[in-house]
Nanobody, 129 residues
Framework: QLQLVQSGGGLVQPGGSLRLSCAAS????????VGWFRQAPGKEREGVSC????????HYDDSVKGRFTISRDNAKNTVYLQMNSLKPEDTAVYYC??????????????????????WGQGTQVTVSS
C-alpha cells in the first residue's frame, strides 16, 4: 500500500519548537517533491513549504520563512519539517504530500495542491500557553 505516514506534532508553548516527520511506505520518495500544508479551523488549506526531489531546492510561504526548515533524508525515505519560534497562528492540522511536479527548481514555481498525489494522514499542531 502506497502511503505517507506522519509523526510528530502536539502541544507547544509560543516560542517553542516541534519537528514533523513524513515517511513514505510502499514507494521511494527519491523521485518526488514533497510539500507541507496546513489547515486551521474555518480556514482553507494553505501551502507551507516544499522541497525538491534532490533536496537542493526549497520554498517557504512568507508566514513561516526564517522559522521553519524543510529537509529530507532519502536514505530514510523521510521528509522533515522543523518548526521553531512557533506562534499561536501556526496552530493547524499539518499534512505532507508528494508530487511528481518539481518544487522551486525555478524560484517561486511550486506544485499546486491538486498536483500532489499522495497525502499523509495529518497531524495536529497546537501552539498555546
Amino acid at each position: 500500500q502506497l502511503q505517507l505516514v506522519q509523526s510528530g506534532g502536539g502541544l507547544v508553548q509560543p516560542g517553542g519548537s516541534l519537528r514533523l516527520s513524513c515517511a513514505a511506505s510502499g514507494f521511494t520518495l527519491d523521485y518526488f517533491s514533497v510539500g507541507w500544508f496546513r489547515q486551521a479551523p474555518g480556514k482553507e488549506r494553505e501551502g507551507v513549504s516544499c522541497i525538491s526531489a534532490s533536496g537542493g531546492n526549497t520554498h517557504y510561504d512568507d508566514s513561516v520563512k526564517g522559522r521553519f526548515t524543510i529537509s529530507r533524508d532519502n536514505a530514510k525515505n523521510t521528509v522533515y519539517l522543523q518548526m521553531n519560534s512557533l506562534k499561536p497562528e501556526d496552530t493547524a492540522v499539518y499534512y505532507c504530500a508528494s508530487s511528481t511536479i518539481p518544487c522551486a527548481v525555478v524560484p517561486g514555481l511550486v506544485p499546486r495542491s491538486d498536483e500532489y498525489d499522495y497525502w499523509g494522514q495529518g497531524t495536529q499542531v497546537t501552539v498555546s500557553s
